[in-house]
């Protein structure tokens, strides 16, 4: 390994519990707090604070009035930190599975419109073929997966970019698409109307949609835009799917989210679609990874598979 020189002298002095340490007093912001939680004395958490602090060659936590706060390179330290240990625990909970006869460890994170097609159908796929794989599947927003990948608390994100900065940390693999579905509650006033106005639905009912910076709220208001529409003024603006979905069936708002999240309501007879289509595209999804990483054989089965779905999908 062609190190700098800085990098071996770190070898040599940084331990785990050093950045556990790190870890933990940036959760407390004050070294007896820190102290009790690492079940270490006081005096030997400020040692052990100034020991890492001359290895890294600066000060990683200035004093203010409410505690201890990261310096701008102690943030960076304490990303490394956090990275560092999150890879540790990794691996601790794939050795743990592999010697309890599995084949280790796999977590995934996906973006709710890629769960129900693609991802639960690979992950299903993937348990058949190896029994003893032990899997985690996180459901979240693009912006939320693509920390916990750079955290290294999931092994892949079925996400999309969200961010110019991205770009540089991960790969991108595309998989497919999302299409947006206009939805209300079975015996709702709209149910059944053909070609409903746009403009009436937007200056007379309420609606249920996503964050403003979420993908499908930028399509539909860029729907809006092309018809020369405002925006409507009677939003519930949501961040959680299955709250959504539940406001939905006991309010007379319209709902707006991809096909796939509400396909099985649709099918249930909980709710219908308008005939209404939002032809915006939204931005691709796919398989994110991080830049430099290399995939451990369950990871690249499993990529393979979705491979698979998602041509099977297009097909």
Same mark, same amino acid.
């Given at each position: 390994?062609?190190?700098?020189?800085?990098?071996?002298? *770190?070898?040599?002095?940084?331990?785990?519990?050093?950045?556990?340490?790190?870890?933990?007093?940036?959760?407390?912001?004050?070294?007896?707090?820190?102290?009790?939680?690492?079940?270490?004395?006081?005096?030997?958490?400020?040692?052990?604070?100034?020991?890492?602090? /001359?290895?890294?060659?600066? &000060?990683?936590?200035?004093?203010?009035?409410?505690?201890?706060?990261?310096?701008?390179?102690?943030?960076?330290?304490?990303?490394?930190?956090?990275?560092?240990?999150?890879?540790?625990?990794?691996?601790?909970?794939?050795?743990?599975?592999?010697?309890?006869?599995?084949?280790?460890?796999?977590?995934?994170?996906?973006?709710?419109?890629?769960?129900?097609?693609?991802?639960?159908?690979a992950i299903a796929e993937s348990k058949a073929r190896q029994p003893?794989?032990?899997?985690?599947?996180?459901?979240?927003?693009?912006?939320?997966?693509? /920390?916990?990948?750079? !955290?290294?608390?999931?092994? &892949?994100?079925?996400?999309?970019?969200?961010?110019?900065?991205?770009?540089?940390?991960?790969?991108? /693999?595309?998989?497919?698409?999302?299409?947006?579905?206009?939805?209300?509650?079975?015996?709702?006033?709209?149910?059944?109307?053909?070609?409903?106005?746009?403009?009436?639905?937007?200056?007379?009912?309420?609606?249920?949609? !996503?964050?403003?910076?979420?993908?499908?709220?930028?399509?539909?208001?860029?729907?809006?835009?092309?018809?020369?529409?405002?925006?409507?003024?009677?939003?519930?603006?949501?961040?959680?799917?299955?709250?959504?979905?539940?406001?939905? !069936?006991?309010?007379?708002?319209? *709902?707006?989210?991809? /096909?796939?999240?509400?396909?099985?309501?649709?099918?249930?007879? *909980?709710?219908?679609?308008?005939?209404?289509?939002?032809?915006?595209?939204?931005?691709?999804?796919?398989?994110?990874?991080?830049?430099? !990483?290399?995939?451990?054989?369950?990871?690249?089965?499993?990529?393979?598979?979705?491979?698979?779905?998602?041509?099977?999908?297009?097909?």
């Open positions: 390994m062609n190190a700098s020189p800085h990098a071996r002298a *770190l070898f040599s002095r940084l331990r785990y519990k050093h950045l556990l340490m790190l870890v933990t007093l940036a959760g407390t912001r004050n070294l007896h707090r820190a102290a009790e939680a690492l079940h270490m004395s006081q005096p030997a958490t400020t040692r052990m604070l100034q020991d890492v602090e /001359e290895a890294f060659g600066c &000060v990683l936590f200035e004093r203010q009035a409410r505690g201890l706060k990261p310096t701008a390179l102690g943030a960076e330290i304490l990303e490394f930190a956090r990275r560092a240990l999150n890879g540790l625990d990794r691996c601790a909970e794939d050795l743990d599975a592999r010697r309890a006869g599995g084949y280790g460890h796999l977590a995934v994170g996906a973006i709710m419109g890629a769960l129900p097609d693609l991802v639960v159908r003893g794989l032990q899997l985690r599947i996180l459901g979240d927003t693009s912006d939320q997966l693509t /920390e916990l990948l750079e !955290q290294e608390r999931i092994d &892949v994100a079925i996400a999309r970019f969200t961010q110019p900065a991205d770009l540089g940390r991960f790969t991108f /693999e595309p998989l497919g698409n999302e299409h947006l579905a206009v939805v209300v509650r079975t015996g709702h006033p709209l149910a059944g109307r053909a070609a409903p106005d746009l403009a009436e639905l937007v200056a007379e009912w309420p609606w249920i949609l !996503q964050p403003e910076a979420s993908p499908a709220r930028v399509a539909l208001e860029a729907a809006f835009a092309r018809r020369q529409l405002p925006p409507p003024a009677d939003v519930i603006e949501c961040g959680s799917v299955f709250a959504m979905l539940q406001l939905v !069936q006991i309010t007379d708002a319209i *709902l707006v989210l991809t /096909e796939a999240v509400v396909r099985d309501h649709l099918r249930t007879g *909980l709710m219908v679609s308008l005939d209404l289509e939002i032809t915006e595209p939204l931005t691709p999804f796919g398989m994110l990874l991080r830049t430099g !990483q290399v995939p451990g054989a369950a990871l690249e089965g499993f990529l393979g598979l979705l491979r698979q779905q998602a041509a099977g999908a297009a097909a």
